[in-house]
C-alpha cells in the first residue's frame, strides 16, 4: 500500500536576491504562513492568478528552492513518486514515468511589456521568458527526452499549432488541444508509444 504526506507548518516560500555591489540580501515573499497537511487518497487543486505562487510552491517542496522560513516535509513510500534530492536532478533523465506535465517558460519577450505587474515583480525572468526567435526550445527539449507515455505542457496560446506539429515530428501520437475558461489553447497533450 503506497502513502505519501505532505505537511507545512509556516511554511514562507519566495525568492532572496542581492543587490549588485551590495551584501545586502532582499528577500521577495511571494506567500506566508502556510500550514497544511495532505494525505494519500486527498485530491487537491492549486487554483490562484499568474504570480501568487502556485509554482514557487511546487518548487519549494521539490527541493528545487529554499523556503524563506518555516518548515515543511514530505514523505513519499509509493513507487509512482520519486523525490529528486537536491543536486541530484540529472538523475531522472535515467527514469521512464507514466505522465509528465510540465509548466516551462514558453512567454516571449515581446510580450513581457503586456503582462500584468504582480506577475514580473515575484516570477524569475527565467521562469517567464523565451526568444522571440526560439518559444518552443523549452517543450521542444522535454519532449526530446521522453520521459513518459504522456506528455501535458501548458502552452503559450500563439503556438498550439507549431507545437503539434513539433510533438508529431517527435513521434508522439495523439495530440490534443485544451482550451482554458476563456477559449484559449492552454494545454496540450501528447502520448509517446514505447
Given at each position: 500500500?503506497?502513502?505519501?504526506?505532505?505537511?507545512?507548518?509556516?511554511?514562507?516560500?519566495?525568492?532572496?536576491?542581492?543587490?549588485?555591489?551590495?551584501?545586502?540580501?532582499?528577500?521577495?515573499?511571494?506567500?506566508?504562513?502556510?500550514?497544511?497537511?495532505?494525505?494519500?487518497?486527498?485530491?487537491?487543486?492549486?487554483?490562484?492568478?499568474?504570480?501568487?505562487?502556485?509554482?514557487?510552491?511546487?518548487?519549494t517542496l521539490a527541493g528545487l528552492q529554499p523556503p524563506l522560513s518555516g518548515e515543511y516535509k514530505l514523505?513519499?513510500?509509493?513507487?509512482?513518486?520519486?523525490?529528486?534530492?537536491?543536486?541530484?536532478?540529472?538523475?531522472?533523465?535515467?527514469?521512464?514515468?507514466?505522465?509528465?506535465?510540465?509548466?516551462?517558460?514558453?512567454?516571449?519577450?515581446?510580450?513581457?511589456?503586456?503582462?500584468?505587474?504582480?506577475?514580473?515583480?515575484?516570477?524569475?525572468?527565467?521562469?517567464?521568458?523565451?526568444?522571440?526567435?526560439?518559444?518552443?526550445?523549452?517543450?521542444?527539449?522535454?519532449?526530446?527526452?521522453?520521459?513518459?507515455?504522456?506528455?501535458?505542457?501548458?502552452?503559450?496560446?500563439?503556438?498550439?499549432?507549431?507545437?503539434?506539429?513539433?510533438?508529431?515530428?517527435?513521434?508522439?501520437?495523439?495530440?490534443?488541444?485544451?482550451?482554458?475558461?476563456?477559449?484559449?489553447?492552454?494545454?496540450?497533450?501528447?502520448?509517446?508509444?514505447?
Amino acid at each position: 500500500m503506497s502513502s505519501v504526506s505532505i505537511s507545512t507548518n509556516k511554511l514562507t516560500i519566495g525568492y532572496t536576491s542581492s543587490r549588485q555591489h551590495s551584501a545586502v540580501s532582499i528577500q521577495t515573499v511571494v506567500q506566508s504562513d502556510l500550514t497544511f497537511s495532505l494525505n494519500e487518497g486527498e485530491m487537491v487543486c492549486m487554483l490562484g492568478p499568474n504570480g501568487c505562487g502556485k509554482s514557487t510552491l511546487l518548487r519549494t517542496l521539490a527541493g528545487l528552492q529554499p523556503p524563506l522560513s518555516g518548515e515543511y516535509k514530505l514523505t513519499a513510500k509509493s513507487p509512482y513518486l520519486q523525490i529528486v534530492p537536491q543536486g541530484k536532478e540529472s538523475s531522472i533523465f535515467n527514469l521512464q514515468y507514466d505522465i509528465v506535465v510540465s509548466n516551462p517558460p514558453y512567454i516571449c519577450e515581446s510580450e513581457k511589456s503586456s503582462m500584468r505587474r504582480n506577475v514580473l515583480e515575484y516570477e524569475p525572468a527565467t521562469a517567464l521568458f523565451v526568444p522571440d526567435s526560439d518559444p518552443l526550445r523549452f517543450y521542444r527539449r522535454i519532449a526530446e527526452l521522453k520521459l513518459g507515455a504522456y506528455l501535458f505542457f501548458e502552452i503559450n496560446e500563439a503556438y498550439p499549432a507549431e507545437l503539434s506539429a513539433m510533438l508529431d515530428q517527435l513521434g508522439y501520437t495523439d495530440i490534443r488541444l485544451t482550451n482554458d475558461i476563456y477559449g484559449k489553447p492552454r494545454i496540450i497533450e501528447a502520448r509517446m508509444v514505447r
